[in-house]
Every structure is written in C-alpha cells, then in structure tokens.
C-alpha cells in the first residue's frame, strides 16, 4: 500500500475543501462588522437544540465553519498533511463521503453529548474537528509504524500518537461531566475518530476481497 504513495501528490478535492472552509471564515469575520452574527450563528453552529428546532442543515455546515483563525490553520493544516496521502488509498469521491459522514457523526455525538451527558443542550459547536479526527485515525490505521510529529516536535508512531489522540478525547469528555475539562468538543473528534476506525474495517476487508480475487 505504501508503494501507491507520492509525497508530492495535489489533492483538487482537498484543496476545495479548504477553501469552502476559508470562505465560511470569512464570513465570519466579515459579520462581526456587518451585524450577521445572528445569521451565522443559526446556520453554522451546531447543538441539540438547534437539531430539535429543525436546524438540521447545521450538522454539516457546522464541519466547514470556524471563526478563528488558530482553529482553521491546525484543522486544514492537519487535512492537508494528512488527506493527501489518504486519498490517495480512497479515490476522491470515497474520501469526500468518509468526510463528510465522519463530521456529520462528529456534529451528532458532540449534539448527544453535549444534551444528555453534559445537561447543556444549547452548547454550540463548529469546526472540522470531527472530520480531521476520522482521517488522523484512519491515517495512523493505515500507516500505524509511519512517524508523526507530536505537537510537531517529537517524533512517535501514527497508531500511537492517534491512540494517545482518543485517550485525550475520552478523559476530557469524562472531565466535562464532573463541571471541569477545557471548551473542546471531545464528542465530536471521538464521533469522527469512531467513523475512521469503520472506514478501515470496511477498506480491508474489500481491499482482501478484491486481492483474493486478482490471485485466485
């Protein structure tokens, strides 16, 4: 699998993708000074209670939205990084499903979480953290002894740094219960993570199927 990879492959998908993503921002900012706020907020954020208010179109335009710039540069940063070599095990239109369906998964979760676990059914959230979650996990099953930077420092094993990654994820969920943690959507990126651990199940086994059937 490793052989099918260049390191200097272009992604138009991905590239698409990041400007949907930038264009959404600017948007954002661009409201701040025009009095659109409330127009973002109720179509970009998404929550239990904008769901329950037939907001629905919020699960996924919440996995393009982001309003600070720190925010946007880690999530596309990390797509880019990590998407182009993915894709390339894909094909596009799979990739964009598996996308899409893993930031869905983490705008539904961070929803459930957020109302039945945390009691705060209002609790906004965006960013294609949940998305970025599903391929850093998908990546590091891929690729699980490929070596990664660690806060961009210290080199580890992708299948480590990604299991590290989910126990993060876990313990501040777990922390947000008890009153404490950080403002992080921990459902969200464990909804996406969850849904990068499926497409891989799913990928080999059809990659098996279809290896058995080119030798036999």
């Not at 993503?21 to 904008?50: K, R």
């Not at 959230?125 to 949940?130: E, I, P, T, V, Y």
């Amino acid at each position: 699998m490793e052989r099918l990879i260049d390191p200097f492959y272009k992604s138009q998908l991905i590239n698409s993708i990041i400007l949907v993503n930038v264009g959404v921002f600017l948007a954002w900012q661009y409201s701040f000074f025009q009095g659109g706020l409330q127009f973002m907020a109720e179509n970009f954020l998404v929550s239990w209670q904008a769901l329950e208010q037939g907001r629905i179109w919020t699960a996924l335009t919440s996995v393009f939205s982001h309003n600070a710039f720190f925010h946007i540069f880690i999530n596309m940063f990390v797509l880019n990084s990590f998407g182009v070599i993915v894709i390339q095990v894909t094909k596009t239109k799979p990739f964009l499903i598996f996308y899409l369906i893993a930031g869905l998964a983490g705008s539904l979760i961070h929803s459930f979480t957020s109302a039945f676990l945390l009691d705060e059914p209002a609790l906004n959230a965006l960013g294609a953290s949940g998305a970025i979650a599903g391929i850093i996990l998908l990546f590091a099953l891929m690729f699980p002894q490929k070596k990664i930077l660690l806060l961009g420092i210290i080199p580890i094993r992708a299948i480590w740094g990604a299991l590290m990654f989910v126990g993060i994820d876990l313990w501040g969920l777990v922390a947000q219960t008890k009153g404490g943690g950080l403002p992080i959507g921990h459902g969200a990126h464990l909804g996406g993570a969850l849904i990068g651990v499926i497409y891989f199940i799913w990928l080999r086994k059809k990659f098996n199927e279809e290896h058995y059937n080119l030798v036999g």
